[in-house]
């Protein structure tokens, strides 16, 4: 991989997450690292893919005193997240 400004390592950090749903869970783990390196903050982005097999993020979900909560159907952990008013 070339070396990249931060600004275009964001830009190209945010068309990979456009479409992550045909992504593989170490593309996922590759664009956190670049994102590590170049101190750049991946905020809502990391709602989108498991925060233990980086897979994207699909499965059964349910809302339950605003607290959202997502079944990995990888390998089958748990995420919550508040929801905001």
């Not at 664009?31 to 989108?48: E, G, T």
């Amino acid at each position: 991989m070339k070396k990249l400004s931060k600004t275009e390592t964001e830009k190209e950090i945010k068309e990979f997450f456009e479409n992550i749903e045909n992504k593989s869970a170490n593309d996922v783990k590759k664009i956190k690292k670049v994102a590590m390196s170049y101190n750049i903050p991946l905020k809502n982005l990391r709602k989108k893919f498991c925060k233990k097999c980086y897979s994207p993020l699909k499965g059964k979900t349910s809302v339950h005193n605003k607290i959202k909560k997502i079944t990995c159907e990888n390998c089958g952990s748990l995420t919550r997240w508040k929801i905001k008013n």
